[in-house]
């Protein structure tokens, strides 16, 4: 019988940091990395991390045992604003709460989250690389050759570089990484939304001859009109889903298997609408990879996720898992915890963290050294 491990408090915490240079992608341009975590703790002694979004409906959880997960994420649910519940009520919006509470329920059984999410495909997986984004060079196309270069170098196997700045600049910087990390290197490009889709229809048939692995978010995410058209006039597959939640992701996207690859974000899904997004994926034979950007405690957790899920096909040589590994600067990214992630040069993969829980060690003195100051209840 579980214990009753009751939720003693609950806190978020803001994370902010300047960062010396600045980068930029379609829609501007950065010199700061923010993210939220949460803490969770118990009557028992046990302390859960997440990272992601929140809700005023957590503060609910107050008194409430760490195992009622699945109560916990429909608790999260946005109220309907329709006065007579005419609509269904809205989306989880405490993805950050639900990755706090399955690793203390792991810590408290003694079990690395993955083996409670579902049966352990794998151990290692297979990371892309996402960096290359616009710089202040004078010769844009350039840099981003003599970087991707280095990505090659260092054992990657799989890279993604923005794109989003005009056809024109696009037709030029494609073909020039491309050349630079050869034909055997997967590339895919990241438009973060740029363009309409008459643009890229036009601009994917220019970019085809380069191979690319995927196309990630040409155009805004609701455009789903725009997609279906997009996917009728090109052979690059396309991705998109980063910042949608997990019942709009299913219903748009994966129902209607309107994209090729689904790309989530822990931020958003959580490890229980993950776990409902990978079943769903499997099913309906579209490509699961999650989008992961902010601290190593969503990179952990993106890591037990996708040990999780199982290959698309049976074939000897599926369709390759990957998760995304953010090299862009950041200050308080690896700083926040004790154990350190990073690639085999051999094969390119990442180990899934095995210990208890979220299997890393949150340092509190370096989360509350990049946040302001903690919003929550004790």
């Given at each position: 019988m579980y214990p009753p491990l009751r939720i003693t408090s609950i806190r978020t915490w803001p994370l902010h940091a300047?960062?010396?240079?600045?980068?930029?992608?379609?829609?501007?341009?950065?010199?700061?990395r923010y993210t939220n975590l949460v803490e969770i703790r118990t009557d028992e002694g046990i302390t859960g991390w997440g990272e992601g979004a929140t809700g005023w409906q957590q503060y609910r959880l107050i008194g409430k045992s760490a195992f009622e997960i699945a109560a916990a994420w429909e608790t999260s649910r946005m109220p309907t604003e329709?006065?007579?519940?005419?609509?269904?009520?809205?989306?989880?919006?405490?993805?950050?709460?639900?990755?706090?509470?399955?690793?203390?329920?792991?810590?408290?059984?003694?079990?690395?989250c993955c083996q409670l999410l579902g049966p352990v495909h794998r151990t290692r997986v297979e990371a892309y690389c996402t960096a290359m984004y616009r710089q202040d060079?004078?010769?844009?196309?350039?840099?981003?050759?003599?970087?991707?270069r280095a990505w090659k170098t260092a054992g990657y196997r799989h890279l993604k570089m923005k794109i989003g700045f005009g056809p024109r600049l696009d037709e030029t910087i494609v073909p020039?990484?491309?050349?630079?990390?050869?034909?055997?290197?997967?590339?895919?490009?990241?438009?973060?939304?740029?363009?309409d889709a008459t643009t890229a229809i036009a601009l994917a048939k220019r970019l085809e001859q380069f191979d690319l692995a995927w196309w990630e978010e040409p155009l805004v995410a609701d455009d789903l009109e725009g997609y279906d058209r997009l996917r009728a006039s090109t052979s690059i597959p396309l991705a998109s889903g980063e910042t949608e939640s997990t019942d709009w992701l299913i219903a748009n996207?994966?129902?209607?298997?309107?994209?090729?690859?689904?790309?989530?974000?822990?931020e958003w899904v959580g490890f229980t609408g993950f776990r409902q997004l990978s079943h769903l994926c499997w099913l309906n034979r579209i490509?699961?990879?999650?989008?992961?950007?902010?601290s190593a405690i969503r990179t952990a957790a993106t890591l037990h996720a996708m040990a999780t899920c199982p290959p698309l096909t049976e074939?000897?040589?599926?369709?390759?898992?990957?998760?995304?590994f953010d090299r862009t600067p950041s200050p308080f990214r690896d700083a926040v915890i004790e154990e350190t992630f990073d690639i085999d040069p051999t094969d390119s993969c990442v180990a899934v963290p095995m210990k208890p829980g979220l299997g890393v060690t949150v340092i509190p003195e370096a989360v509350e050294h990049y946040s302001h100051r903690p919003l929550g209840e004790d």
């Open positions: 300047e960062i010396p240079e600045r980068f930029g992608w379609s829609l501007g341009w950065t010199n700061h329709n006065l007579q519940r005419q609509r269904r009520r809205g989306a989880p919006t405490a993805a950050g709460v639900d990755i706090a509470l399955w690793d203390i329920v792991g810590k408290a059984l003694g079990k690395p060079q004078p010769d844009f196309a350039a840099a981003l050759a003599e970087e991707a020039t990484v491309r050349a630079a990390i050869g034909p055997n290197i997967a590339l895919a490009a990241d438009a973060n939304c740029a363009y996207y994966i129902q209607p298997r309107r994209v090729g690859i689904l790309q989530p974000d822990l490509r699961l990879i999650p989008h992961n950007w902010g074939a000897l040589s599926p369709p390759p898992l990957l998760f995304e």
